[in-house]
């Protein structure tokens, strides 16, 4: 029973986590905390539930043409709009990306087919998988592997790739980064854009576990305190701190009284705030 | 202290209701007849709202096409509220203020509701059939105030213990959604389970937007629950019966009116095979067994709005059908007093939709308190019995 | 005075377009959500601290008002009781304050106002949960302000006192020591300015107004329930206060203008235009959007400063 619940802690954990990825991803390279996460991914759902519905794409090319699609929203939205948020208090890119959220949840508002019902991403398969005492459903087995696959390549990216270096190389000191050759304004883009994509694909995996709809991107409020937990500046501290709310809330609503479920992500964010300032992520680290 | 305000009002709105008959009705000429509506069509119900308004507009253009009730051609305007009480009221007051409005037909969602309602009963507006499932939309008896729709807490009630009675259910649990919604199935939970000599074995609630129910289900079945009252919307309700069956859960399970749609069973596939659900008017179904009336009346949807209709464009449009039933039988000389005593005496018999029929009295605004069961069966809604008492 | 001026055309617009009693109502809700705004002002525009937070004060002014309007205390006694429901709002958002900075500041008054919010919906007994709350109409003595008329006399003159009170504040000493913080953290503890405690002085008058425009809001709209106070709420007050200009303290008094009549403009222009009449339900969405990310790229200062 405990080992049920847990999965399911671990699978909602994991989109938390992506989110919250997306959320890092963006403050590492901008300083900015982005307010428009939930409708990207949002937005990141519909795309592909066009491209499946209306155009009659199969899902395995729909889902990463959704992702594509986004990244180059996030890099237009930088280059019409963020890029001006450069050098300002944080505040400036709160507003922004606040403000191209309403537009976004607009505008797909407008669309009839998208408010009249919701959604859903057919996946191939619909039986759970059984592992042991503990059953699987497709769909969360998918968002688990998916976010494994995910923390992985972006690990790769990081480590080994030259985008992924010189994204890291702005990220820890711009200054330095644009004396060895890294342009700034183009990792400001990158940032953006795969932070888009990020969210985006947490959307696609979500699609089939809640079924899209204009409002699913709610859980970018639950995904926020997971990337605070982690410090907001470490990708393992937001994976690390998404799968802590997930498996939290999951126990609490197992076992402690109605209603603490919903505000677990805060009551731990404001506990780790309280406690270590900086984050779980940083709190090991020296200064 | 309320109960006299409530008094109060009831006898101002009874004694302005001779003096305004006297003046010309707001709202009404001789070419037409102007009404309001408060949907939500931008905010977090707005995947109810536009059925809602395409029902009610769809029923009004149809009468207008065969030449109005009484010669008058039927309006409608229709104000989003994106479910934000602020906006509603403003909406009311400038609806009101213009003078040039009927009644309100059909406003939707609880806050905008109780906040619209006084405002509108104050100014002697009929308040009619709000989607709202607050007793205060009928109760305490108001004479501009009529309701339709079936409340939970009497529906509830009448289907739990016809279950029980039925499969002989011990243990019967509820899981609820965290608002007014959730608040009204449990009253009629618990009111039907007290007859039954019972109470609740578990309750636990989620809140709307909830994407995980895996712990809600196991609290559930360690209280070894034989029957699961499901106080959830379309996606909750999907969301938990696969949760259950995919643990190997294979409980009975009962959803109220809010999940009986028809996407409960698009998007829970196999899953939701089996789950029992009340309606308080049917699921329009194409097929074969469709009545050749209702047939035509899908069609007819399609083509105006290239969608396919579901219960609460059902509801809409019968919303606009009672209005239109009650017009015409307070006759070509329209006020609203006339209009309010031919509504207290309106019998409706079933129609093409398969409504219960609705019955208001000079006592009774409430024009229905009963709804039916209904099962999935082979990946479709079925009746399985009649309006239960 | 040209302000004035502007804000006397906009109502004889809105009057002549939806009637006097409309245009009353709007004038209402307007100086409410400004008094409000106006909190939010003196935290973001003077302290410099953004809270996520503040529909939070204006739930419990709110509940506060219609709690004990409904347990038979006159309207305009139980309102410095909302506004002390505020203050106390507040004092509490801003005590996370002292250990963080910035952003992670503003993300624990969030987490406060989703705490409010749960409270409020368990808090049964006292608030009746989710079935809400019904509030009677605000009596002063023994006249019932029924009317619009009556409301927006109210709302104007709580918000004329709120606004000569803020100006007050602003030029005062802590006014100063607010900007000295908001300006410079370091500079300003370096002249011994305890800033833990001016930031909680901002939050806790900023609250108080919140409170109080809470406890009006619960009048105007008769009925309470807990999701009706949710982050949406908050966001919108944030929203209000950008639109409006921040610094400035008649911004909020713009951006409420903005905020409560725009979607009213908006819907008026859709029963004039029947072909907008069903369609674009999220035009007001995507305006909102729009003059929020316009306003942040071209004119930071907000929308006065934008038209002088």
């Known amino acids: 029973m405990l080992a049920q619940v847990l999965v399911g802690g671990l ?18 390279a901008t300083r900015s905390v982005s307010f428009m996460q939930g409708e990207l991914l949002m937005l990141g759902a519909f795309s592909a539930v066009v491209l499946v519905e209306a155009l009659g ?10 992702v594509g699609l986004l990244f180059g929203l996030g890099l237009a939205l930088e280059r019409a709009v963020l890029r001006r948020a450069i050098g300002q208090t944080h505040l400036t890119p709160v507003l922004m990306t606040f403000g191209l959220g309403l537009m976004i949840r607009g505008a797909v508002t407008g669309v009839p087919q998208a408010t009249h019902r919701m959604h859903r991403l057919q996946l191939p398969w619909e039986q759970p998988i059984a592992l042991g005492p503990v059953q699987l459903a497709p769909e969360h087995l998918l968002v688990i592997l998916a976010t494994v696959a995910a923390c992985g390549a972006l690990a790769l990216f990081f480590r080994h790739s030259r985008a992924g270096l010189a994204l890291r190389a702005c990220s820890e000191d711009a200054g330095v980064a644009a004396i060895l050759g890294v342009s700034p304004s183009a990792m400001h883009a990158l ?37 605070v937990i982690g410090g907001l500046a470490s990708l393992p501290g937001a994976v690390l701190g998404g799968l802590f709310v997930g498996l939290s809330e999951a126990l609490a609503g197992r076992y402690l009284p109605d209603g603490v479920k919903d505000l677990t992500a805060y009551a731990l964010m404001l506990g780790v705030l309280l406690l270590f300032p900086r984050g779980l992520g940083e709190a090991g680290r020296p200064r | 202290m309320l109960t006299t305000i409530l008094r109060m009002g009831l006898v101002l709105a009874c004694a302005l209701l001779p003096a305004m008959a006297d003046a010309a009705t707001p709202g009404v000429d001789e070419q037409s007849i102007r009404v309001a509506t408060i949907q939500d069509l931008s905010g977090p119900i707005a995947i109810l709202g536009a059925p809602i308004r395409d029902g009610i507009v769809m029923r009004l253009d149809e009468e207008n096409e065969r030449g109005g009730v009484h010669g008058r051609q039927l309006k409608i305007a229709v104000e989003d509220s994106g479910y934000d009480p602020k906006k509603a009221v403003l ?3 400038r609806l009101l203020a213009g003078g040039d409005v009927f009644a309100f037909l059909g406003n939707l969602g609880t806050p905008v509701v109780m906040a619209t309602m006084p405002l509108i009963v104050g100014a002697g507006r009929p308040h009619l059939f709000p989607f709202s499932p607050h007793q205060a939309t009928y109760l305490p008896l108001h004479p501009l105030k009529f309701q339709i729709f079936a409340p939970y807490r009497d529906y509830m009630n009448a289907a739990v213990r016809h279950l029980v009675a039925e499969n002989g259910y011990g243990r019967v649990c509820l899981l609820y959604q965290d608002d007014d919604y959730g608040l009204e199935v449990g009253r009629g939970v618990e009111a039907g389970l007290r007859q039954l000599g019972t109470t609740l074995a578990e309750r636990t609630g989620y809140k709307r937007g909830a994407t995980d129910f895996s712990s809600q289900i196991a609290r559930l079945r360690a209280a070894q629950c034989e029957l699961v009252v499901l106080a959830t919307v379309v996606r909750e309700t999907v969301a938990a019966v696969r949760e259950a069956r995919k643990i190997g859960w294979g409980v009975d399970m009962l959803v109220t009116a809010s999940g009986y749609s028809a996407q409960t069973h698009e998007l829970g596939g196999e899953a939701v095979e089996g789950l029992y659900g009340v309606s308080v008017l049917p699921h329009p179904y194409a097929g074969k067994d469709t009545s050749r009336r209702l047939g035509e009346w899908i069609e007819s949807y399609r083509t105006r709005y290239d969608a396919d209709p579901n219960v609460w464009s059902a509801m809409g449009y019968q919303v606009a059908d009672i209005f239109i039933q009650a017009l015409r039988a307070a006759g070509p000389d329209l006020d609203t007093q006339g ?7 309106l019998e409706t018999s079933r129609d093409f939709l398969a409504g219960p029929g609705y019955r208001f009295s000079a006592d009774d605004h409430l024009g229905n308190r009963r709804g039916r069961m209904a099962r999935i069966v082979d990946g479709r809604w079925r009746l399985i019995t009649d309006y239960l008492d | 005075m040209i302000q004035l001026a502007a804000l006397a ?5 809105a009057a002549l377009f939806g009637g006097v009693a409309n245009a009353l109502a709007q004038a209402a809700f307007v100086a409410t959500f400004a008094l409000a705004g106006l909190g939010l002002v003196l935290i973001v525009g003077q302290s410099g601290q953004l809270s996520l937070g503040h529909g939070a004060t204006m739930a419990l002014g709110a509940y506060a008002q219609g709690v004990l309007v409904a347990a038979g205390i006159h309207g305009a006694l139980a309102l410095p009781v909302a506004a002390l429901a505020g203050t106390l709002a507040g004092i509490v958002a801003s005590i996370p304050g002292r250990r963080l900075g910035g952003l992670f500041f503003a993300m624990s008054t969030l987490a406060l106002a989703l705490v409010v919010e749960e409270g409020l919906l368990r808090l049964v007994p006292l608030t009746g949960g989710a079935a809400g709350l019904v509030v009677p109409p605000l009596a002063v003595v023994d006249w019932r302000l029924h009317s619009p008329a009556a409301q927006a006399a109210v709302s104007l003159g709580l918000l004329g006192g709120a606004v000569w009170m803020a100006r007050r504040l602003r030029d005062s000493r802590l006014g100063r020591a607010w900007r000295a913080g908001r300006d410079d953290e370091s500079a300003a503890a370096a002249v011994g300015i305890d800033l833990g405690h001016v930031r909680m002085l901002a939050f806790a008058c900023g609250g108080a107004l919140g409170g109080l425009a809470g406890g009006l809001y619960a009048h105007w709209l008769g009925f309470l329930s807990p999701e009706q106070f949710g982050l949406p709420l908050s966001f919108e007050l944030l929203m209000l206060v950008f639109i409006g200009g921040v610094r400035s303290l008649s911004g909020a008094l713009w951006g409420a203008v ?9 819907a008026a222009i859709r029963q004039a235009v029947p072909w907008l009449e069903f369609g674009a339900a999220g035009l007001e969405l995507t305006i ?13 200062a907000g929308l006065w400063q934008a038209a002088r």
């Open chain 1, 11 to 28: 699978a909602a954990g994991c989109v938390y986590g992506l989110v919250a990825l997306s959320f890092v991803l963006i403050y590492k």
């Open chain 3, 9 to 13: 055309a906009l109502f004889a617009l």
């Open chain 1, 191 to 227: 940032a953006w854009g795969m932070g888009a994509a990020l969210a985006a694909f947490a959307g696609v995996l979500l699609a089939p576990v809640t079924f899209v709809e204009p409002g699913m991107g709610v859980v970018a409020l639950k995904a926020f305190p997971a990337a």
């Open chain 3, 288 to 300: 909102f959007g729009l003059i929020v990310v316009a306003l942040v790229m071209w004119r930071p």
């Open chain 1, 57 to 66: 794409w199969p899902l395995w090319a729909a889902a990463p043409a959704a």
């Open chain 2, 339 to 345: 209009f309010v005593a031919a509504l207290e005496r």
């Open chain 3, 258 to 266: 903005v905020i409560v009549s725009l979607p009213q403009a908006i």
């Open chain 2, 91 to 93: 909406a009311a007051r």
